[in-house]
């Protein structure tokens, strides 16, 4: 079994910063990429960032240049993924959820091929 867990959300003004964090665990050995998805309401889900264990990394043309997906470097936060936020424009607003899947950067924009994902976490941009 896999858990997914994301934090970091919260209400931020145009403008600012956040950054949010998700971790897996449990029996992650095959899930080599995890990604950033997002949904805002009456919205699709849509992938924001990916990357995989070997830091290959991909954007959504809309947040490249102001989001930054990284992957921890250490023996316990290797199965960490963080997205750092800035310039965030009201258009941001959404529910963040972080996904794992298998078989590299493949179908890396279909939610329907990711194995697990988390509960997601609120990002509200609004002044």
């Known amino acids: 079994q896999v858990q997914v867990v994301e934090s970091g959300g919260g209400l931020v003004q145009p403008g600012g910063s956040l950054r949010l964090s998700c971790t897996a665990s449990?029996?992650?050995?095959?899930?080599?990429?995890m990604g950033w998805y997002r949904q805002a309401p009456g919205k699709q889900r849509e992938l924001v960032a990916v990357t995989t264990s070997g830091g290959t990394t991909n954007y959504t043309d809309s947040v490249k240049g102001r989001f930054t997906i990284s992957r921890g470097n250490a023996k316990n936060t290797k199965n960490t993924v963080y997205l750092q936020m800035t310039s965030l424009k009201p258009e941001d607003t959404a529910v963040y959820y972080c996904a794992v899947k298998s078989g590299g950067l493949l179908f890396a924009n279909d939610p329907r091929r990711y194995d697990y994902w988390g509960r997601g976490t609120q990002v509200t941009v609004s002044s």
């Open positions: 449990g029996s992650i050995f095959t899930l080599d990429v």
